[in-house]
Every structure is written in structure tokens, then in C-alpha cells.
């Protein structure tokens, strides 16, 4: 019973860990598309502001 207890314990564990982990596996790309469009953007307000 008490093996059977810990055993499912740790597929908790580890399957709350898997989830968060590709909860932030996806922050970080949606974070990296952010910055790169925002780096896109940036240098088109830069030359306009020249102007």
C-alpha cells in the first residue's frame, strides 16, 4: 500500500513538473516572437524619427 502511495506520489510530482515545464517552454517562445518582433519594429521608429 505505502509503495503503491509513494509511486503515485512521484507521477504527481513529475507530472506537475512536466506541465510547468512546457508551460514555460511556451512563455519562452511567445517571449523570444515578442522580442524579435519588437527588435523588428524598432529599427522602422528609429528611421522614422530621423526623418
Known sequence: MSEYFYDSMFEKVFGAVDI?????????????????????????NCCRSNE
Do not use: Y
Open 20 to 44: 510547468s515545464l512546457q508551460l514555460f517552454d511556451n512563455r519562452w517562445t511567445i517571449g523570444r516572437h515578442f522580442v524579435s518582433a519588437f527588435q523588428l519594429s524598432k529599427p522602422q
